[in-house]
């Protein structure tokens, strides 16, 4: 059972940035592949970035040059830094975990608010 805690959320005005983090317990992550999604007012939930064990990462094509996603295997954490951010990143943001045996993990999730 891996355990998620996201962090970094807030309110933010258009333009500006943010660090989302999410630490995981357990000692398997670094075996992980950890993924940001998010659920804006009225939609479904969507891949943000993801990262694999090995380090390649994948972003969807709205937060592609602007996000980056990164992880400390050391202390169990991945990241997502968010720059020039856009009213429509506005969404709850999820960390999850998905390890070697296909099991699948979410974190509570962290509100991020981008005003005009």
């Known amino acids: 059972q891996v355990q998620l805690v996201e962090s970094g959320g807030g309110l933010v005005q258009a333009g500006g940035s943010l660090r989302l983090s999410c630490t995981a317990s357990g000692n398997t992550f670094r075996r992980n592949t950890m993924g940001w999604y998010r659920q804006g007012p009225g939609k479904q939930r969507e891949l943000v970035a993801d990262i694999t064990s090995g380090g390649i990462t994948n972003y969807a094509n709205s937060v592609k040059g602007r996000f980056t996603i990164s992880r400390d295997n050391a202390k169990n954490t991945v990241y997502l830094q968010m720059n020039s951010l856009k009213p429509e990143d506005t969404a709850v943001y999820f960390c999850?975990?998905?390890?070697?045996?296909?099991?699948?993990?979410w974190g509570k999730g962290t509100l991020v608010t981008v005003s005009p």
């Open positions: 999850n975990a998905a390890d070697i045996y296909g099991m699948r993990y």
